[in-house]
């Protein structure tokens, strides 16, 4: 019997951690918030991120991300789940999917990802 892919190799995205700006926010609200700099677990296909609010699995919200250089990044994404964190003042982790995004944003978003893969390496491994 074949042994079945683990969950890195059944990714179609590769995934980073970075600390960006992030705002998240319902789809329907128009305020326009405050990014606030977090650590954000993120691929072409969704993201993972500490939230504060907590949140149903389904609810599309809105997404902004701050790339380098001030560039806005924003998308709508899927609520997959919302895990409760064990620390004080009821943190959730947020996984999420990327939902009607467009081809120029998922581009615009894996350019970054690969950038920021590269640039690691170099920094890291280069001789």
Known sequence: MPSQPSGRERREFYRITVLLPICIR???DDTVGECTEKSVNLSGGGVGVTVTES???????SLT??????????SSIEVLRLDPLPVPGGAYRLH???????TQNRE???????????????EHYSV
Do not use: K, S, W
């Open 55 to 61: 949140y149903t699995p389904g609810e599309v919200l």
């Open 26 to 28: 319902h789809e329907t």
């Open 65 to 74: 991300l701050l790339l380098p250089e001030q560039v806005p990044f924003t």
């Open 108 to 122: 615009l978003l894996i350019r970054y990802i690969v950038r920021f893969q590269r640039d690691h390496l170099q």
């Open 96 to 102: 999420a999917r990327f939902v009607r995004m467009t």
